[in-house]
Nanobody, 122 residues
């Protein structure tokens, strides 16, 4: 099992910046990709949008909507993933969820954090 605890988030004005972090614990050696998803107001869980991911080796992927504004990074020694968000827009308002997938005994498991609110005021 993997536990994910997010921190950061909050309220910021349009154009501002925020940082999120997510610390993993438990079976951390099995973790492969970590990342961030977001769930906008009024959206359901299955409508969560991928924001950014990063593999153990540092390969990153971003949603088109955040490219050039958000930066994902990872400290494998601390089992922590970060999301630096800049030039924030009201449409970035959402609950941001940390996500990790782990591979053990040829089985992939998926884990989610509890979510942290990001609100961008216009």
């Amino acid at each position: 099992q993997v536990q994910l605890v997010e921190s950061g988030g909050g309220l910021v004005q349009t154009g501002g910046s925020l940082s999120l972090s997510c610390a993993a614990s438990g079976s951390i050696k099995s973790i492969e990709t970590m990342g961030w998803y977001r769930q906008a107001p009024g959206k359901q869980r299955h409508q969560r949008e991928l924001v950014a991911t990063i593999t153990t080796h540092g390969t990153t992927d971003y949603a088109d909507s955040v490219k050039g504004r958000f930066t994902i990074s990872r400290d494998n020694a601390k089992s922590t993933v970060y999301l630096q968000m800049s030039s924030l827009k009201p449409e970035d308002t959402a609950v941001y969820y940390c996500h990790a997938d782990s591979i053990a005994f040829m089985t992939i498991s998926y884990f989610w954090g509890q979510g942290t609110q990001v609100t961008v005021s216009s």
